[in-house]
């Protein structure tokens, strides 16, 4: 039996990285969750934005992020789901197969594509042999065997840029055995594939990715701006759907025109409606990204994860905005707008409890359940496992 999937809020793993301030009840269930996974019943995902949102904000918070850090590898070990712009690109894009849309996956890999660890890691033996072509022919004999570097010359290269590899591996999050086998790279005692795998298992080890803020802040910060920077084109365009959601209202919609304040809420307009509403701003989300769209004729059917992420800005607009009494717009409502791409990939969502009622009344057409509190997921597993 496939194991159930179940994607957890940011608020569970801080909760759960100091037991000692939340009831016994968290304990209980954070263990009940542990055996279920251990008997291959469940298993737990993060994602990006839950790094994002466990990693320190200033030095002083590492001890605490990296408690948080070390609880998401616990629970999820390395099941984690794509990046969220990388998930919307493969939604989106034409030139991809609906059958060929990955999101949930067990290789730690919660970065987006475009941050490539080849391009960061050095090609040591290009570098070589490029510099070899200013040399006579007799120098080159030196320095080069077979067309492949000799040892005299990656020694050599390394001297020469001696600083220059000790700043890049600062730039890195490396375990000490990543940074020997980078090391070692250098000398050319290691492939260049166990240099890059090396990197790789690095950068996706959360406690070693939390570790990394208290040696180099800066580095780490940097990567962090680089990995938030990756989701701003849907970030624009999602709060742009929210000041949108009025236009829902068409004179060909049959609806009529009304006045703002009389608006009905996105719940009672009409399915065809608010299905090409969700359409054109998921085309305007490809085009921002610069790619080709599919037709989205069916947004549901073609790119479930962001025809989620778009109803439900939508939703939040409407109830932050024009609701009677408005609510407040929160600072994580974008986090949990976000996500909410992953809901139509995994059995059990959570979400608190606004996002989950907000989720509840955009009518979403999948049958993962929604869970608005850590301690009902025991009860949510059931209801799955009944269903079944």
Known sequence: ????????????????????????????????????????????????????????????????AIGRLRTIKELCGKNCVTHPIDVCRNELSEENSLDSVSVV???????????????????VEQIIMAELENLSRAARRKYSKSGKPTSHAYTELTQL??????????????????????????LGKASRNDALKAVQDSVT????????????????????????KSGENFKSTLLEARRQFDHLITPDSGLGSTLKKSLPSPSQVTKKVMDARIGKIATEVAHSMGIVPRSMIDPWQVAPGTSCSIRLAIQVGHRSVLHSPPRAPSHSDFP????????????????????????????????????????????KI????EAR
């Open 105 to 123: 996956r067990s290789d730690g890999t919660w970065i987006p594509s475009s941050f490539d660890v080849s391009e960061i890691v050095p090609n």
């Open 205 to 228: 080890d959360l406690v070693i990715f939390g570790h990394w803020h208290e040696r180099e802040w800066s580095a780490a910060s940097d990567l962090l701006k680089h990995v938030r």
């Open 336 to 379: 949990d707008i976000y996500q909410a791409i992953y809901l139509p990939y995994v059995d059990i969502f959570r979400a608190d409890r606004f996002m989950a009622s907000q989720l509840s009344e955009c009518n979403l057409p999948f049958s993962t359940a929604i869970a608005e509190n850590f301690l009902q997921l025991p009860l």
């Open 161 to 186: 840029y001696n600083g220059d590899i000790a700043e890049l591996a600062k730039k890195l999050p490396l375990s000490i055995d990543a940074a020997r086998v980078f090391e070692r790279y250098m």
């Open 1 to 64: 039996m496939r194991p159930i999937k179940i994607y957890l809020d940011s608020s569970d793993f801080s909760k759960l990285s100091d037991l000692s301030k939340q009831s016994p009840e968290y304990a209980q269930v954070r263990d009940y969750l542990v055996r279920q996974r251990n008997e291959g019943v469940i298993n737990m995902y993060f994602s990006e934005v839950h790094v994002l949102e466990a990693a320190p904000i200033s030095p002083s918070a590492i001890p605490a």
């Open 382 to 385: 059931r209801e799955v496992l």
